[in-house]
């Protein structure tokens, strides 16, 4: 599968204290000989910001996109087709709260699947403790082969992409439906530990089903959770 060009799509929420980070992570991996070569668009799209999330994009010369949808599914689309339209052959998606390795995109295109589904790594375990962050590490697949799907690390041929429909607009488990739908259309998905990223496991999330929801129910459900005061 040959790519022209590449975008990089970030929904985010008044995300102003990570967004930065994110986008400086991402820029490392535009850097790398694999992909230097390529357009790069990467694509903030700014959904329901009151904050200064928007400003800190432009200013660190990338583009914004404005929404009030509250809805990340919404969202994920809105940067997709915005990608598309500038001649994106390949979409690369995370989240603002998270941090991508260096050759996150280029073990992504390296792999030449229709799909890419990456694992994730958590950057600070404080608000759970050793106890939960052993509990992951000892039921969590991070290898090739795992099933996990994760918005925060997930890559999509824009031919594939088109071939379903795109993401459904849907407030949870958009990830989950748009490999769903992949999966079944026949597409050729990796199932990789290659491309790699770290994202938050903060208590205060943004996605009422996504990664930061299911650490805490899980903690919940093992009574691991700090005390409201605490958090």
Same mark, same amino acid.
């Given at each position: 599968?040959?790519?022209?060009?590449?975008?990089?799509?970030?929904?985010?929420?008044?995300?102003?204290?990570?967004?930065?980070?994110?986008?400086?992570?991402?820029?490392?991996?535009?850097?790398?000989?694999?992909?230097?070569?390529?357009?790069?668009?990467?694509?903030?799209?700014?959904?329901?910001?009151?904050?200064?999330?928007?400003?800190? &994009?432009?200013?660190?010369? #990338?583009? *914004?996109? %404005?929404? $009030?949808?509250?809805? =990340? +599914?919404?969202?994920? !689309?809105? /940067? @997709?087709?915005?990608?598309?339209?500038?001649?994106?052959?390949?979409?690369?998606?995370?989240?603002?709260?998270?941090?991508?390795?260096?050759?996150?995109?280029?073990?992504?295109?390296?792999?030449?699947?229709?799909?890419?589904?990456?694992?994730?790594?958590?950057?600070?375990?404080?608000?759970?403790?050793?106890?939960?962050?052993?509990?992951?590490?000892?039921?969590?697949?991070?290898?090739?082969?795992?099933?996990?799907?994760?918005?925060?690390?997930?890559?999509?041929?824009?031919?594939?992409?088109?071939? &379903?429909?795109?993401?459904? #607009?849907? *407030?949870? %488990?958009? $990830?989950?439906?748009? =490999? +769903?739908?992949?999966? !079944?259309? /026949? @597409?050729?998905?990796?199932?990789?530990?290659?491309?790699?990223?770290?994202?938050?496991?903060?208590?205060?999330?943004?996605?009422?089903?996504?990664?930061?929801?299911?650490?805490?129910?899980?903690?919940?459900?093992?009574?691991?959770?700090?005390?409201?005061?605490?958090?």
């Amino acid at each position: 599968m040959s790519i022209g060009a590449i975008g990089v799509i970030v929904p985010a929420h008044d995300e102003e204290a990570l967004i930065a980070r994110c986008l400086a992570s991402i820029e490392a991996a535009v850097g790398t000989p694999a992909v230097a070569p390529l357009p790069i668009h990467v694509i903030v799209v700014c959904d329901a910001c009151t904050d200064r999330t928007l400003e800190i &994009v432009e200013a660190m010369g #990338h583009t *914004a996109i %404005s929404c $009030d949808a509250r809805n =990340v +599914g919404i969202a994920r !689309a809105l /940067g @997709a087709e915005a990608a598309l339209a500038r001649g994106a052959d390949w979409l690369a998606f995370t989240d603002a709260d998270t941090v991508v390795c260096r050759e996150w995109l280029s073990a992504q295109i390296e792999l030449r699947s229709d799909v890419v589904c990456g694992t994730i790594g958590v950057d600070d375990w404080d608000v759970y403790g050793d106890a939960m962050r052993r509990y992951f590490e000892r039921t969590y697949t991070d290898q090739d082969g795992h099933r996990h799907i994760h918005g925060a690390n997930l890559g999509i041929s824009a031919r594939a992409y088109r071939s &379903v429909g795109g993401f459904a #607009h849907l *407030a949870n %488990s958009e $990830d989950v439906a748009i =490999v +769903g739908a992949l999966e !079944a259309a /026949g @597409a050729h998905i990796a199932w990789s530990a290659a491309p790699r990223v770290t994202t938050s496991a903060r208590a205060v999330f943004r996605a009422t089903a996504g990664f930061g929801a299911t650490l805490a129910a899980v903690a919940a459900e093992a009574g691991m959770l700090l005390s409201a005061q605490s958090v």
